[in-house]
């Protein structure tokens, strides 16, 4: 995969790279109008005429639901490992493995950068290796469907806090009615553990989307990713090594922990890193709740977890709240594109 090509344009069209103005950390990544701005700018970026993925309204969602496919099929391949390597030891051949395969193919430079554009990188690596270390334990723990419908509780609340269009909150409402549906209606027979875990990697989900998106709008291409996923390596590596030792330096295991990174880091990273450049983070949160769905299929196919009735209901549920959000914020960006050419 040559991400290297890929050239995008920052919200309002501004450019992305060293010299793009600073975005303080805090309100600006939730600042849902600023946000929308940008998407509907997008439709206009240099180089995004309708051949290309910025002239496409539905691209970024088209690359928000193959992230999701990737990661989530990944993530049901890290369970069939993590009794060769645990599950620190599965997060940190994942980010290792990921961070080595982004170095080499973005060749991200380390000069030139800003310390608010360091301060981004350092906590959207913190944020990858918070979300992947908790998420690991919680799919050690309970099943892989419940692990991720906990989890996307955090991108649900981040798209209320961030929303505001009260359709948008109608939509998260659905969604979260789905995700409680998959659960169950509770999740009381659940390891409490696991469930803490997965709750927690939720919050730094939440966390991720809103770094990501910034990181996307400082550093051109998927520079920004790749040292911060650098970054994550690093941080994980001692907790791999303390639970794994040289079960890590096992040929097979590598050569399954590389497949685990290229689907659950490194193209899925990489597709919502180039949405969230065109998608407002309310709509990218409520997408997120298309997770859930996903991992019970992973789970249906690689896992053998049977679907039940009640299953597919929650799903389509979620489902049509994805579609319904990404309508309500198609048409947004439409009304304000002319209301800006008139």
């Not at 309310?282 to 977890?305: D, H, N, R, Y």
């Not at 009640?310 to 979620?318: F, K, R, S």
């Amino acid at each position: 995969m040559d991400i290297s090509p890929v050239k995008e344009a920052g919200p309002a069209g501004a450019a992305i790279g060293p010299g793009a103005p600073a975005d303080p950390v805090g309100a600006a990544a939730l600042d849902g109008a600023a946000l929308d701005g940008a998407a509907a700018s997008a439709g206009g970026a240099p180089g995004g005429g309708p051949q290309g993925l910025a002239g496409h309204r539905f691209a970024p969602v088209a690359l928000v639901v193959a992230g999701g496919l990737s990661v989530q099929f990944g993530s049901a391949l890290a369970v069939l490992l993590m009794p060769r390597a645990g599950a620190l030891g599965v997060v940190t051949l994942r980010l290792v493995l990921a961070a080595a395969v982004l170095l080499i193919v973005c060749r991200p430079k380390v000069r030139g950068y800003s310390r608010a554009d360091w301060g981004t990188i350092v906590a959207f690596g913190a944020a990858m290796a918070g979300m992947n270390i908790l998420f690991y334990q919680a799919a050690d723990r309970i099943p892989l469907g419940a692990a991720v419908t906990l989890e996307v509780l955090g991108p649900l609340i981040l798209s209320v806090v961030a929303s505001r269009r009260l359709m948008n909150l109608l939509w998260a409402g659905l969604a979260l009615g789905g995700v409680v549906l998959l659960s169950g209606g509770g999740f009381d027979r659940l390891d409490p553990t696991g469930a803490a875990f997965a709750l927690a990697a939720g919050a730094m989900w939440a966390a991720y989307i809103v770094f990501s998106a910034r990181t996307g709008r400082r550093f051109p291409q998927a520079d920004g990713l790749a040292l911060a996923m650098a970054f994550g390596a690093v941080l994980s590596l001692p907790l791999g090594i303390a639970e794994a030792g040289d079960k890590l330096l096992v040929p097979s295991t590598i050569g399954l922990g590389l497949a685990v990174a290229l689907m659950s880091s490194v193209l899925p990273y990489t597709l919502e890193l180039l949405a969230l450049r065109r998608l407002p983070a309310p709509t990218f949160a409520i997408l997120m709740s298309l997770e859930p769905a996903i991992a019970a299929t992973a789970g249906f196919l690689v896992l053998s977890q049977a679907l039940s009735p009640t299953d597919a209901l929650a799903i389509a549920l979620v489902i049509a709240a994805s579609m319904g959000a990404v309508r309500t914020q198609v048409r947004a960006a439409a009304r304000e594109r002319d209301a800006a050419k008139g």
